[in-house]
């Protein structure tokens, strides 16, 4: 990683920069998110239970996700015997197409692994044409299709 950008875990103080960061990519092309989601309560939990990182560009939030277990996808037949689950993923619209969703991704990946687990999955809105083309760049497999909250996502997974 380049001397200009950090990666890390975030911490409580981190909690509006993320939410600020999570809100400014409401409305760009394939955000399923909107004011309600993420909110501050998800992002407070994410931190608490050491599952948000963030990636900063010398000392400004430039990237978020979290890495974590979620129950509400046991149910798709997934193939990986102990993953996590990425989600709540967002660069800044204005450093977006300069590698930096790759590398937030590559070092989530790191993370994934130095915590044991032993592949991720996540579902992406089927219009998020960004993030679609990140994923498969980067070696994810589409492995499915479903709708949740009214949305049409695809099952993305990826073996560590």
Excluded at 22 to 38: E, F, K, Q, R, V
Excluded at 59 to 85: Q, T
Excluded at 135 to 147: D, L, S, T
Aim: proline residues 2%; contains cysteine.
């Amino acid at each position: 990683m380049k001397n200009d950008y950090s990666f890390a875990l975030a911490q409580m103080a981190d909690v509006s920069e993320v939410i600020e960061l999570y809100h400014s990519l409401i409305g760009t092309p394939g955000c399923a998110w909107n004011l309600d989601y993420p909110d501050m309560e998800t992002v407070e939990s994410d931190i608490e239970s050491g599952s948000l990182y963030i990636l900063k560009y010398y000392d400004k939030i430039i990237a978020a996700a979290a890495l974590g277990i979620s129950d509400e996808l046991e149910k798709i037949n997934w193939s990986i015997k102990n993953p996590c689950d990425l989600a709540r993923f967002g660069v800044q619209a204005s450093m977006q197409n300069r590698g930096i969703g790759t590398l937030l991704l590559k070092n989530v990946m790191n993370a994934a692994k130095e915590r044991g687990f032993d592949g991720i999955r996540m579902l992406v809105s089927k219009k998020n044409l960004s993030a679609l083309a990140l994923y498969n760049k980067n070696g994810f497999i589409k492995c499915g299709e479903i709708v949740m909250y009214g949305i049409d996502f695809y099952c993305y997974k990826i073996a560590l």
